[in-house]
T-cell receptor, first 112, second 113 residues
Framework: GEDVEQSLFLSVREGDSSVINCTYTDSSSTYLYWYKQEPGAGLQLLTYIFSNMDMKQDQRLTVLLNKKDKHLSLRIADTQTGDSAIYFC????????????FGPGTRLSVLP | GAVVSQHPSWVICKSGTSVKIECRSLDFQATTMFWYRQFPKQSLMLMATSNEGSKATYEQGVEKDKFLINHASLTLSTLTVTSAHPEDSSFYICSGDSRYEQYFGPGTRLTVT
């Protein structure tokens, strides 16, 4: 079945880069997503990547996809205290009418 | 981007009562809406898939008679937790499909006392 795994915790110092990793098992995944969840709040879509892409960059965010190894990463450059949150990796076979499979979430703590 | 709202954002109810949570897509039509449940410090678990005008499809282990889902229009789905118990206390999040993305609501925190 489908499974998405992430490391549960990551701590970085303010100004450093953060790299959050994710592995998935479903080779038919078409879209892979990164969501951010701040305490007590819902999910905020950060970015997504289509499976035929290797990399996507959006301002401070860089997503790398290694489809062969089924590995996805999210790099946050110049990490700020406001980036402290839980980051969920999710996969979907379609981008419409299909539920997502979420990873357990990585809690990012940014130290001053 | 598109907006999904949920109401209420938080609710406290007594054991044995029922609670209704609304999920609305404000600026797009969502043929399909999804309901997720999130326990503290855990990921989201899909509860059910709601299609406009038809019965919801529930995930294994989710009691359909306890979690009633109605998707009466393309912009509104409701989740009713019937005869709530303390173990139903959780964070409930809905999402709706637009053409290109899935948009999540802000969540509803339910506390059953």
């Amino acid at each position: 079945g489908e499974d998405v795994e992430q490391s549960l915790f990551l701590s970085v110092r303010e100004g450093d880069s953060s790299v959050i990793n994710c592995t998935y098992t479903d080779s038919s995944s078409t879209y892979l997503y990164w969501y951010k969840q701040e305490p007590g709040a819902g999910l905020q879509l950060l970015t997504y990547i289509f499976s035929n892409m290797d990399m996507k960059q959006d301002q401070r965010l860089t997503v790398l996809l290694n489809k062969k190894d089924k590995h996805l990463s999210l790099r946050i450059a110049d990490t700020q205290t406001g980036d402290s949150a839980i980051y969920f990796c999710a996969e979907s076979i379609k981008n419409y009418g299909q539920n997502f499979v979420f990873g357990p979430g990585t809690r990012l703590s940014v130290l001053p | 981007g598109a907006v999904v709202s949920q109401h209420p954002s938080w609710v406290i109810c007594k054991s044995g009562t029922s609670v209704k949570i609304e999920c609305r897509s404000l600026d797009f039509q969502a043929t399909t809406m999804f309901w997720y449940r999130q326990f503290p410090k855990q990921s989201l678990m899909l509860m059910a898939t709601s299609n406009e005008g038809s019965k919801a499809t529930y995930e294994q282990g989710v009691e359909k008679d306890k979690f009633l889902i109605n998707h009466a229009s393309l912009t509104l789905s409701t989740l009713t937790v019937t005869s709530a118990h303390p173990e139903d206390s959780s964070f409930y999040i809905c999402s709706g499909d637009s053409r290109y993305e899935q948009y999540f609501g802000p969540g509803t925190r339910l506390t059953v006392t």
